[in-house]
């Protein structure tokens, strides 16, 4: 450090003392006489109330609730006597040069209408039962009938027949 840079370092830190003494002595009456004040009341009285917690609040309303009113369920029609519900799984049918499919809830070479119970999709197909069936499956749609009801994905997937 050179001879000036000690002189500003110097000059900074007479600067710096001066001015917190002054802060000090210019803050230190009144911060004596409130703490004087506070002490000597603090000292002298005694509190006058006893904190009480308010009672809690309940959010809702009554202590009685009404009782609950039963829910309407919709429910679809039973099935009619030409009608049966039914799993539907997919198969490509190879050399199929009309919509088949197969099943055997039904007598072969019946024209069948298959809806998607849950989407209200439908397609028409003749009942062709020579395909073994798998667990699981009441019928066997071709493939782009089953697309046209449903997405392969959710095979098997619940579907009214009816002839």
Not at 60 to 84: I, L, T
């Amino acid at each position: 450090m050179n001879f000036t840079e000690r002189r500003r370092v110097t000059m900074a830190t007479i600067f710096t003392l001066v001015a917190f003494i002054a802060l000090w002595a210019a803050n230190r009456g009144d911060a004596g006489s409130e703490f004087d004040s506070i002490g000597s009341t603090a000292a002298t009285a005694a509190p006058t109330t006893v904190y009480s917690p308010e009672p809690p609040i309940f959010v809702g309303g009554n202590d009685a609730d009404p009782p609950p009113e039963p829910a309407d369920v919709a429910v679809g029609p039973a099935p009619a006597a030409n009608q049966r519900l039914a799993k539907a799984g997919f198969h490509t049918y190879q050399g199929a040069t009309i919509a088949v499919c197969s099943t055997n809830l039904v007598p072969e070479n019946y024209v069948l209408q298959v809806t998607n119970v849950n989407n209200g999709q439908s397609v028409s197909c003749l009942n062709w039962p020579n395909l073994a069936l798998p667990a699981g499956t009441d019928i066997v749609l071709d493939t782009f009938l089953f697309v046209t009801i449903a997405d392969l994905s959710d095979a098997p997937i619940t579907v009214r027949v009816s002839w």
